[in-house]
């Protein structure tokens, strides 16, 4: 009896194939992984069953590879990914086969934020009194660091707590901006931003004198 060599019987997957070789790591919201196995298909014969599952519910038949992207809801869990392949030819028995039309594989992933490196504040350097301007705050890494929270400093017009803020300029100088951002994993980071600040067009008005009589 048996299938020969190996004892557990012709795998249906090239040897080497599965990626990622680790099957436990993991991944931030919003970074994807692409799985990937190479699937050794019959000649002459139906074709294998593949099937990709996300906690055991199927989301891909039939492919060599599958990509699954965490979302935020996902944060602190751990996702299995499997693999399911099973030759269907009708040579074999399935009762009589045993394991040896069937193969599986799992990926465990712990989905987690990553902390933050660094945080660029981009906008004008230049600007006049009485204009208003957007200033933009992007972190690095730019996905898998879940929920950000920025504090903009000297207190802005609008946007203080995200990514947007808008100040208003009343004096001519240099002023200089900054940002803090945080996403409660691992230390704060920041960055401060100068604008040069001139003055403005200005509306003059001027009174009107009438010599002899007014019309």
Request: hydrophobic share 30%.
């Amino acid at each position: 009896g048996g299938w020969g060599t190996p004892a557990e019987g012709i795998r249906p997957v090239e040897p080497g194939s599965l990626s990622p070789a680790s099957d436990a790591f993991s991944l931030s919201p919003g970074v994807s992984q692409t799985f990937r196995a190479t699937v050794l298909q019959p000649v002459g014969g139906p074709e294998a069953e593949i099937r990709w599952t996300v906690d055991g519910v199927t989301k891909r038949t039939q492919a060599q590879a599958f990509t699954y992207t965490p979302k935020s809801a996902d944060l602190g869990r751990s996702v299995e990914i499997g693999l399911y392949v099973r030759d269907r030819t009708p040579l074999v028995h399935p009762a009589m086969a045993g394991g040896a039309l069937t193969y599986s594989h799992t990926w465990t992933v712990k989905i987690e934020v990553v902390p933050l490196t660094g945080v660029t504040i981009s906008g004008p350097t230049t600007s006049k009194t009485g204009q208003t301007d957007t200033f933009t705050a992007s972190v690095t890494p730019a996905t898998g660091v879940g929920q950000v929270t920025y504090t903009w400093s000297p207190e802005p017009g609008s946007g203080q707590g995200t990514s947007r803020a808008t100040y208003t300029w009343h004096a001519i100088g240099t002023h200089t901006l900054s940002v803090r951002a945080t996403n409660g994993v691992g230390a704060a980071v920041s960055d401060r931003h100068t604008v040069k600040v001139e003055m403005g067009e200005r509306t003059l008005y001027l009174p009107v004198i009438y010599r002899g009589t007014r019309p």
